[in-house]
């Protein structure tokens, strides 16, 4: 962010020659009017002139000023753009603003008195004396006029540098435009040497001519009354003029020192505020104290030397964060390993276990194949027996099945012939009933008869008996054949029950034999299978027993490695804690880099 | 030996019943109010059956059949049954081989009368 | 009565064994198809005609309040002067002769024509009294 330099400031770094000027004159005229009488006549030419030379140096000197600033007025115009060029120009100019103000003050002095002395006497004829007295008025007040206008300048000066920094000209630009002088003991002797000299010499010269003058009209006295009222008469009235010169350069000295005491004190003051601000590590780029010779150079070294700091700070800063960011990384991957340190130790343990394990199961797998091997084999000859026997088993269900058809077959004409032989007895049955239901009607008949049926009724009485035998056999057959009947119905049930399990029976044993052909074929394939099997545990053993003994060493390793996590673990946590600590440290030098 | 000239057969609950058809005023259907022959074997008729019109009143049986007979011979009522069902009971007729009580409706009445009470 | 022993038919009904005089009974026959008579009392259980003579079958069991779930097989025709009836038989026993008169087994009903108990090779059995018993069973009831 840069600011412009604002308009008119090549006016107005000079205005304060404008005042000094006439200051100076102020106090020539007043050492002239009190010290010399000019000859009656002169005094209108005199004056005359000083306001014409004064004029005219001041016009020219001022020309003369405004041709030495001209790019500080082009910048402030804006028909010069504001390059690193013309920045460092502008700065040129300003920082020799005060100087040429001096010696122009000082030159316009000397040399103007000196026209005036030599025109006035050029045109009035005065005494040589009085004209040469005039001519050196300029040597008395120009040095206190120039230091004055070159104490006035020389604070303008310095606030249009700093401008010309704020409108962007870099602290090293600056410190080229301006080159240090190591002259402030000169200044200050020169400062002191004006400041003393010069009323001294006006006091003195005024006060010498005064008395001269006091002499002469007292020896011009007659008698010693007369002259002693002429020092009377003096006394009371000469020393208006003089002490009004008195007064005037007193002022004109005390204003010199003060200025010259500002001018030197104000960038040392600075520079002490700016030492304060860097002591308490409130680091700025582009601070920078204007000033003047060696007080330039130290704040010019200070501000090289704050660019530097900020640039090293800088660096810390950004080192510290660093710092900080790899270590807070560190720690993560701290962490991280340690916590994969342990999983793969926990994991790595496991294996070992599970490897372990392993070992054993193919240990126990060789000696499980090689049984299972042998049991293949057992397997393959049964299987083989079993087809065998299970095709003879199915001819022989076979015949089974075609025995219990024969008996079905059986059972139903038996079935048939029991039935007959059922209606047969039935009918017999019937007759004997019928005999005895005869019989019984018989006796009854041979009983009516008296003694004349007895016998008839005896035979029929035989034939009751006869016919109940009849009956009670029947009864007896009637239930040995339902008997038989049951019989029959169970063993047809029977048979057909036979017939249908030897059908699933037969189907079953070709299922079986089909089997158990297919378990033949399996056993042969799976006796060769375990073979190999068993061949492959056995070479699968070694192997698995050396990687039991490569696993307790990695799980060996793998511990150690966990206890190096941890330990580094703490290392960086400690690494973190320390950077951070650093970076406020750094933090501390609170600079805008 | 007496006879009877035309029978009225009535079957109810599975038994048998003839009635001289000179006794029968009307063979009609069983609607109003009715007397139930079942009653006579200690069952019901159908509700739906035929009835026997008789001094103005009816006499509901499962079904009815009317046999033209000239001479039918009657036999007589064993000793044992001459009070059976306040002597309703007037002998029997056989035809085809099958034997049927036949039964003086008036008093068959009186019985059903007295058995509802 | 000072008589001699008489003949009588036994035949069993159910558990108890009965007895009819020879003389009154007339025949024994399979127990046919019965036709039921209306109003009939539950001993009578029904009619059959027999060489043109309608005959009345009585179960002696439920006439005595006793009935039985046997089959009858044979009913034993009696026949006195007033009338024939028939009862029902499980199993004729045959004739046997009966010694004296057993006193009668009840003093109305049924049971004051039957006698007992009277001895036959057989066992005990009721002598019926078969005039009293078809009069009894013609008063009706």
């Known amino acids: 962010m840069t600011t412009p ?113 030599a025109l006035w006497y050029a045109i009035a004829h005065p005494p040589l004396i009085v004209a040469v007295r005039i001519g050196l008025v300029g040597l008395l007040v120009g040095p206190i006029t120039a230091v004055m206008a ?138 920078l104290v204007v000033a003047e010779n060696e007080i330039w150079a130290a704040a010019t070294a200070m501000t090289a030397m704050e660019a530097h700091l900020l640039d090293a700070v800088g660096g810390a800063k950004e080192a510290s964060r660093g710092i900080r960011d790899a270590a807070v990384e560190l720690v993560e991957n701290g962490t991280q390993q340690e916590q994969g340190a342990a999983e793969q130790s926990a994991a790595l343990m496991a294996t070992t276990a599970t490897t372990e394990e392993l070992a054993r199961s193919a240990r126990q797998i060789s000696a499980n194949a090689q049984r299972v091997s042998e049991i293949a084999r057992g397997t393959l000859a049964a299987a083989q027996g079993g087809k065998a026997s299970a095709e003879s088993f199915t001819s022989a269900m076979g015949e089974v099945r075609g025995g219990n058809q024969a008996i079905a077959d059986s059972v139903v004409k038996l079935n048939k012939r029991v039935q007959q032989v059922g209606r047969i007895i039935e009918f017999i049955d019937g007759i004997a009933d019928k005999s005895d239901l005869l019989a019984l009607n018989a006796e009854l008949e041979g009983h009516k008869a008296g003694d004349v049926g007895q016998g008839f009724g005896l035979v029929a009485a035989e034939m009751r008996r006869l016919a109940e035998n009849v009956m009670t056999s029947t009864r007896e057959i009637a239930r040995l054949i339902e008997d038989i009947r049951d019989a029959t119905n169970a063993a047809v049930m029977a048979t057909e029950a036979g017939v249908k399990a030897t059908d699933s029976g037969a189907a079953l044993a070709a299922k079986v034999s089909n089997s158990l052909g297919d378990i033949v074929e399996f056993a042969n394939l799976s006796a060769d299978a375990m073979q190999s099997i068993s061949l492959a545990t056995v070479q699968q053993q070694a192997g698995s027993d050396q990687l039991v003994a490569a696993m307790e060493d990695i799980n060996r390793s793998t511990r150690k490695n966990v206890e190096s996590a941890k330990e580094m673990a703490s290392t960086q946590t400690a690494l973190v804690t320390l950077s951070k600590e650093l970076e406020e440290v750094v933090d501390t030098f609170g600079g805008r880099s | 030996m007496a006879s009877v000239d035309g029978v009225v057969l009535c079957v109810v609950s599975g038994a048998r019943l003839a009635v001289s058809a000179d006794q029968v005023d009307a063979i009609a259907t069983a609607e109003g109010p009715v007397w139930d022959a079942g009653v006579a074997f200690g069952a019901t008729s159908d509700p739906a059956g035929r009835a026997l019109q008789c001094l103005g009143r009816l006499i509901r049986f499962d079904s009815i059949d009317v046999v033209a007979t000239v001479g039918l011979p009657v036999l007589p009522v064993p000793a044992a049954l001459v009070n059976t069902a306040h002597g309703a009971l007037t002998g029997f007729v056989e035809l085809s081989g099958t034997l049927w009580p036949l039964v003086a409706l008036d008093r068959l009445l009186g019985f059903l009368e007295a058995r509802s009470r | 009565m000072a008589e001699g022993p008489r003949g009588h038919l036994v035949f069993a009904c159910g558990g108890s064994l009965y007895a009819v005089p020879a003389e009154r009974a007339s025949e024994v026959v399979n127990l046919p198809v019965l036709t039921r008579v209306p109003g009939a009392a539950p001993h009578l259980l029904g009619v059959f005609a027999h060489r043109g003579e309608v005959l009345p079958v009585i179960d002696l069991a439920r006439l005595i309040g006793k009935p039985v779930d046997e089959i009858f097989k044979r009913v034993v025709l009696v026949r006195v002067g007033k009338g024939a009836m028939a009862f029902t038989a499980t199993k004729v026993i045959g004739v046997a002769p009966i010694e004296g008169a057993p006193p009668r087994l009840g003093e109305s009903g049924a049971l004051a024509f039957m006698h007992g108990p009277a001895r036959v090779p057989a066992g005990e059995c009721a002598a019926i009294e078969p005039e009293g018993l078809l009069e009894y069973l013609s008063r009706g009831r």
């Open chain 1, 150 to 287: 070159n104490l006035l300048v020389l604070p303008r000066a310095r606030r249009v540098l700093h401008e010309l920094a704020a409108a962007g000209l870099s602290p090293d630009a600056l410190a080229r435009a301006v080159p240090v002088q190591y002259a402030l003991r000169r200044r200050l002797v020169l400062y002191a040497a004006v400041a003393v000299l010069t009323p001294m010499m006006l006091v003195a010269d005024a006060s010498l001519a005064r008395s001269n003058e006091i002499f002469e009209k007292v020896r011009a006295q007659p008698d010693v009354a007369s002259a002693r009222a002429v020092m009377e008469a003096q006394k009371a009235e000469g020393f208006g003029a003089l002490s009004g010169l008195g007064v005037v350069t007193v002022f004109m000295v005390v204003l010199c020192g003060w200025l010259s005491g500002s001018v030197l004190g104000d960038p040392l003051n600075k520079l002490g505020q700016e030492t304060e601000r860097l002591a308490k590590g409130r680091y700025e780029r582009g601070r």
């Open chain 1, 5 to 117: 330099l604002p308009k008119g400031r090549s006016r107005w770094i000079t205005n304060p020659s404008t005042i000094a000027a006439p200051l100076g004159v102020l106090i020539g005229v007043s050492y002239v009017a009190s010290t010399l009488s000019l000859p009656e006549g002169t005094g209108r030419w005199y004056a005359g002139l000083i306001v014409a030379v004064v004029i005219v140096f001041n016009v020219s000197a001022d020309l003369w000023e405004q041709t030495r600033l001209k790019t500080i007025r082009g910048l402030g115009d804006g028909t010069i753009a504001p390059s690193p060029a013309t920045l460092e120009q502008a700065a040129r100019e300003a920082s020799q603003a005060a100087t040429t103000t001096f010696f122009l003050a000082l030159g316009a002095f000397v040399v103007g008195s000196g026209v005036i002395a």
